[in-house]
Nanobody, 126 residues
């Protein structure tokens, strides 16, 4: 079983930056594709960015392309999401995810994800 723990969320002003981290345990993270999903109040959970097990292939939702960067360090069993130029619409609970098959062009449906973290709140507001 794989456990995921997110950190790094918080309150930031529009235009600011945050870096989310996701530390895994239980199994080597290098076994799994990983990603970040988010869920805003009243909305469905959506894929934000995903990365393959080696870190060579990354995928981004159109709404975050050019602003967010996903990466991973398998030696540290950690995945990251660098979020720059944040806007109010980025406000949501962000979840780390692992254990899914990707199309290599976009994150999967949340229903296809096997492992989830508990989530971390990101609020973009002045």
């Amino acid at each position: 079983q794989l456990q995921l723990v997110e950190s790094g969320g918080g309150l930031v002003e529009p235009g600011g930056s945050l870096r989310l981290s996701c530390v895994t345990s239980g199994l080597p993270s290098s076994y799994f594709n990983m990603g970040w999903f988010r869920q805003a109040p009243g909305k469905e959970r959506e894929g934000v960015s995903c990365i393959d097990s080696s870190g060579a292939i990354t995928m981004y939702a159109e709404s975050v392309k050019g602003r967010f960067t996903i990466s991973r360090d398998n030696a540290k069993n950690t995945a990251y999401l660098q979020m720059d130029s944040l806007i109010a619409e980025d406000t949501a609970v962000y979840f780390c995810a692992a254990g899914f098959i990707t199309s290599r062009t976009q994150c999967p449906s949340p229903s296809e994800v096997r492992f989830w973290g508990q989530g971390t709140q990101v609020t973009v507001s002045s």
